[in-house]
Nanobody, 122 residues
Framework: VQLQASGGGLVQAGGSLRLSCVGSGRTFRNYVMGWFRQAPGKEREFVGTINWGGESAYYGDSVQGRFTMSRDNAKNTVYLQMNSLKPEDTAVYYC????????????????WGQGTLVTVSS
């Protein structure tokens, strides 16, 4: 599957953004989807993951309660709604897909989008 992320931009602290990730192909519903982020000089960090049907989602501690994942399999799209943004949320955000299972480990995701930059100003 090929993934295309979009929706990044510049936002003030406390604001909101919604990222989208569109997947190619007819088997999108067969993939667990994840969002990760990477800030300059830091390792890639788990943000969230959502199961095939969208019934269950899990989040990293740093975004729990502020970020929400959802998916629309009819549109081959997964979303990341980001609220109450903080300067420390500034990073390139990547969507990823795996046929294995829900995981926080980037190494288990076989497919990656190109990333979209989110910048949160203080």
């Amino acid at each position: 599957v090929q993934l295309q992320a979009s929706g990044g931009g510049l936002v003030q602290a406390g604001g909101s953004l919604r990222l989208s990730c569109v997947g190619s192909g007819r088997t999108f519903r067969n993939y667990v989807m994840g969002w990760f982020r990477q800030a300059p000089g830091k390792e890639r960090e788990f943000v969230g993951t959502i199961n095939w049907g969208g019934e269950s989602a899990y989040y990293g501690d740093s975004v729990q309660g502020r970020f929400t994942m959802s998916r629309d399999n009819a549109k081959n799209t997964v979303y990341l709604q980001m609220n109450s943004l903080k300067p420390e949320d500034t990073a390139v955000y990547y969507c990823a897909a795996t046929r294995t299972y829900v995981s926080v480990r980037p190494s288990l995701y076989e497919y990656w989008g190109q990333g979209t930059l989110v910048t949160v100003s203080s």
